[in-house]
């Protein structure tokens, strides 16, 4: 009996040493879980600190770099110091009221000497506008310079040949290319003094399809505009190709003058009054209006919904791209852990990694002013909670597996 009684009070001692040992197991839990709680909330133990950042250990292979004010003001220097070194394309003319236009072949002129209507151009003649179709002078006159006739030479205007060069009568073949207006029509004057009485004539351009710059992409009229005496500057191409599409990304206009490449901020002209941006055109030149499949942000992570976000007007904000994905996951989400991760696409084994700590009381400005750049990855990380519970769920099933299995094959 007394053996018995001391078999029973060891299962006890037992019993409640394993009872007390499972509280405090639970309780330590429940502190750790208490220390990484998912969501969003605010650390309020650095309200009355010194301001100093908490040290970051940095990976080996990817160093993190901590969103804090200094990050922040050093990112506004970096970029007002890459918008003030853009290279921009050389032009011919520093101002545009120096802009002078010079003839080209395939320009139709109209030539009147008066009071000599047998070398003047016809007035109601028409010319040829290729196919079936014709067009007076007096059209040609209005028709704006930003759409020039196709079709074969006007019979009637005089047509500059290939050679630069046409024919006029008692004057013979002269040089027009490369020449103004003004000064062909000196050359012609002084050509017809032999054989007139003091000539006055009057060059005009009836058509300009000499020189030209070509409009491509997410406009709504692309193709070809015709340059003419009045200087042709960027925005006015953008604009006289009916504006852009609703998808267009005027912040990366791509210009390609004599086989080199140069990106134009349109919306800096536009919004903040960069004139340097609206460069004047010459011809050969190519305009390209991507749209803004390379300039999105991606979010991935811990997010209410994972999101590709397009730049608004070449800006976006850490805050932007978690509020359009619908925010942080208030039970699965770290806030110590949003990371921006860059330079994917030119450095992909080494790209910059930053991490910005929501907990903190300047999270929210930090998150407000810390600009993203096309292509960045921002990725919310996940709870260490939230890791053990999912081990858990797929760990579970495989216990209650085996459990019923030995229950069975009692």
């Given at each position: 009996m007394?053996?018995?009684?001391?078999?029973?009070?060891?299962?006890?001692?037992?019993?409640?040493?394993?009872?007390?040992?499972?509280?405090?197991?639970?309780?330590?839990?429940?502190?750790?879980?208490?220390?990484?709680?998912?969501?969003?909330?605010?650390?309020?133990?650095?309200?009355?600190?010194?301001?100093?950042?908490?040290?970051?250990?940095?990976?080996?292979?990817?160093?993190?770099?901590?969103?804090?004010?200094?990050?922040?003001?050093?990112?506004?220097?970096?970029?007002?110091?890459a918008s003030a070194q853009q290279v921009l394309p050389a032009s011919r003319y520093s101002d545009p009221s120096q802009y002078v236009y010079r003839l080209s072949p395939q320009d139709i002129l109209g030539i009147t000497v008066w009071d000599h209507p047998e070398l003047t151009t016809p007035q109601g003649s028409t010319l040829s506008a290729g196919g079936n179709t014709t067009q007076s002078i007096g059209g040609a006159l209005q028709q704006p310079y930003t759409a020039a006739l196709p079709g074969q030479a006007d019979p009637y205007g005089q047509t500059i040949a290939a050679d630069g060069t046409i024919f006029f009568p008692f004057v013979g073949r002269i040089e027009a290319a490369g020449k103004t207006v003004g000064e062909l029509r000196d050359q012609l004057s002084a050509g017809l003094v032999r054989y007139i009485r003091n000539p006055q004539v009057d060059v005009r351009v009836l058509s300009y399809r000499g020189q030209k710059v070509q409009v491509?992409?997410?406009?709504?009229?692309?193709?070809?505009?015709?340059?003419?005496?009045?200087?042709?500057?960027?925005?006015?191409?953008i604009t006289r190709?009916?504006?852009?599409?609703?998808?267009?990304?005027?912040?990366?206009?791509?210009?390609?003058?004599?086989?080199?490449?140069?990106?134009?901020?349109?919306?800096?002209m536009l919004d903040q009054g960069d004139t340097t941006q609206n460069v004047m055109l010459q011809n050969g030149d190519v305009i390209n209006v991507p749209d803004h499949s390379d300039s999105r942000i991606f979010v991935m992570g811990e997010v209410k919904t994972p999101i590709q976000v397009p730049m608004l007007k070449g800006r976006l904000t850490i805050a932007d791209a978690l509020t359009q994905s619908g925010g942080i996951l208030d039970t699965d989400a770290n806030p110590r852990q949003i990371f921006v991760m860059r330079g994917m696409r030119e450095h992909p084994t080494t790209p910059?990694?930053?991490?910005?700590?929501?907990?903190?009381?300047?999270?929210?400005?930090?998150?407000?002013?810390?600009?993203?750049?096309?292509m960045d990855v921002v990725y919310v990380g996940t709870a260490a909670s939230t890791t053990f519970n999912r081990v858990l769920q797929q760990v579970l099933p495989t216990i209650q597996t085996l459990f019923y299995l030995k229950q069975l094959t009692k």
């Open positions: 007394k053996k018995i009684a001391t078999h029973t009070f060891a299962n006890l001692n037992s019993t409640g040493f394993k009872s007390r040992f499972a509280a405090t197991l639970l309780l330590t839990s429940f502190l750790s879980a208490c220390a990484t709680a998912p969501g969003n909330y605010l650390d309020t133990s650095r309200l009355k600190d010194d301001g100093k950042q908490q040290s970051q250990q940095a990976n080996e292979t990817y160093p993190v770099h901590l969103i804090d004010g200094a990050l922040v003001a050093e990112q506004a220097q970096t970029q007002a110091a491509t992409g997410d406009v709504k009229t692309p193709g070809p505009l015709a340059i003419s005496d009045v200087p042709l500057t960027l925005v006015d191409a190709s009916g504006g852009t599409n609703t998808d267009a990304d005027i912040q990366r206009v791509r210009l390609t003058r004599n086989n080199k490449l140069y990106v134009l901020d349109a919306n800096r910059d990694v930053y991490r910005l700590d929501m907990t903190q009381p300047d999270a929210i400005m930090l998150s407000s002013q810390f600009q993203l750049q096309p």
